[in-house]
């Protein structure tokens, strides 16, 4: 491939996305915390190391297009991946702590974070596993080895209490999507999240009236029945609902074992075992239901051990964090003060913003972790909410041009892997401004070429460098 079709075929505008993000990212660092006799490229603040960590990240980026050949991803991704989780291991004996996060490797007095780079990892092991001949997601050991290939890390960095990070590997469930899996793990997933909220701020009672509810009805809706089982799900909920008053009455209370929940779990369970076994020895085979009376067993057990995952797997600034963000206590000048402090300083930018070095809120440090974590405050104060949406609306252009390319490369390495990258952008941006306008807890995570830190914009620098790169080999199969 000559010089002349590299420049013609490289794409420029995931580039200049890119450039525009990180120079913006910069600025905004610098805006946040300087003072009246500051230099932009004074290198003994955080906004000079940071501009030397672009000049390394595009120092990598034109190294990965021009000079790595592109081969060497897939025939090596096991190998990086192997290399990644031996690292992991090493962090959880060596590592630094920081913030309560033994996540950090120190090196010659610099730091750096081995969970940002092993997305990287797992996202070229995914790409070459699902990208061979025969990998289909109806196999139950192609299934497995997907699961186990981002189940592994994600462990070890749980281990490290880096729950950011882990969080970001379930965007690969939707890269699984996209390759075959079935949507209904998705809204399983979902569903989820929702039974341990309402485990957590109502009641297991209430999270297995709308368990029941859900599984019934969605039964009768996959039987194209969908009047009838609204009513009888109504029926049935309506019921349930009078369980724990039938239950408290004297001559009831006094031989009863059991609470209302446990009732529902015991009826609901041995329903579903009694259907199952029963249609195992008649060899009657409807996948859906078996699976439906399998999940609601599986939900069963999950929404009975919520309350010990909230109580013993959870760190107590974690679960604090969880209370405030779900209501059930009021700390703003505790675990809630940086989503209050954030949400003052979004709220007094207004449509317009102050003005660049003009904030208030982050500039006198009243906004904690305002160069990091908390970095869309700034820009919301600063630039307003005209600022903020154009931020999104670039995020928004760089994914779907990522996702156009890989949907348009014939290439199934090159597709997989561009999914991968989509997935994991998108779960930070997600996750990161949900967290600063406090729709989530607190986590920890930055937000992609905009938050200072070099581990992470490196580690997106390579990410999506290596992305162009495999689209820029694979350009004579794109349509013209």
């Known amino acids: 491939m000559g010089g002349n079709s590299i420049y013609r075929k490289l794409d420029w505008r995931l580039i200049i996305y890119y450039l525009i993000l990180v120079v913006f990212g910069w600025l905004n660092i610098f805006s946040s915390v300087h003072s009246e006799n500051s230099m932009l490229f004074d290198f003994s603040q955080r906004y000079g190391m940071h501009f030397i960590w672009m000049c390394i990240a595009i120092g990598i980026a034109a190294a990965i297009i021009f000079i790595i050949p592109s081969k060497i991803y897939n025939a090596t991704a096991w190998i990086f991946y192997g290399l990644m989780i031996i690292l992991l291991l090493a962090t959880i004996v060596i590592g630094v702590e920081v913030k309560g996060s033994k996540s950090w490797i120190s090196l010659g007095g610099i730091q750096f974070q081995p969970a ?19 990998f289909m997601f109806k196999r139950t050991d192609c299934w497995i080895k997907a699961c186990a290939t ?13 729950t950011g990070s882990m969080l970001v590997y379930l965007g690969f469930l939707l890269v699984f999507y996209r390759e075959g899996m079935s949507g209904w793990f998705l809204l399983a997933g979902l569903f989820a999240i929702l039974e341990f909220i309402l485990g957590l701020v109502c009641s297991p009672f209430v999270a297995m009236l709308v368990l029941t509810g859900g599984f019934i009805l969605l039964y009768f809706i996959k039987q194209h029945q969908a009047p009838l089982g609204i009513i009888v799900t109504a029926l049935l909920i309506t019921f349930l609902a009078f369980l724990p008053k039938i239950l408290s009455i004297d001559a009831i209370a006094a031989k009863n074992p059991f609470k209302a929940e446990i009732w529902v779990a015991l009826i609901g369970c041995a329903a579903s075992l009694f259907i199952l076994v029963k249609d195992i020895l008649l060899r009657y085979k409807n996948q859906f239901l078996h699976f439906l009376l399998l999940s609601y067993i599986v939900f069963t057990g999950f929404i009975f051990s919520v ?15 969880i209370e405030v963000l779900l209501g059930m206590k009021d700390d703003p000048k505790g675990v809630g003060y940086n989503v209050h402090q954030s949400l003052i300083a979004i709220g007094s930018g207004g449509l317009f913003g102050k003005g660049f070095m003009q904030g208030t809120q982050t500039r006198f440090d009243f906004v904690p972790e305002q160069t990091t974590d908390f970095i869309f405050c700034t820009i919301g104060e600063e630039w307003g909410f005209l600022g903020s949406m154009a931020v999104l609306v ?11 390319k890989a949907e348009q490369n014939n290439d199934t390495f090159t597709r997989i892997y561009g999914y991968c ?5 998108l779960m930070h941006i997600l996750i990161n401004i949900c967290m600063t306008i406090g729709l989530m807890p607190v986590i920890g995570i930055p937000l992609p070429f905009l938050s200072y830190g070099g581990s992470s914009l490196l580690a997106f620098t390579i990410l999506l460098f290596i992305f162009i790169r495999l689209d820029l080999d694979q350009w004579k199969y794109l349509k013209q």
């Open 150 to 162: 981002i189940g592994l890390p994600m462990l070890l960095i749980l281990l490290e209490k880096e």
């Open 307 to 321: 309350q010990f995952i909230f109580n013993n797997v959870l760190q107590d600034h974690q679960r604090a964090r």
């Open 116 to 134: 940002e780079f092993s997305k990287i990892t797992t996202s070229l092991a995914l790409a070459a596993l699902m990208g061979k001949y025969g």
């Open 421 to 425: 990258v989509a997935s994991c952008l």
């Open 394 to 404: 670039l995020y928004f252009l760089l994914l779907m041009r990522i996702l156009n």
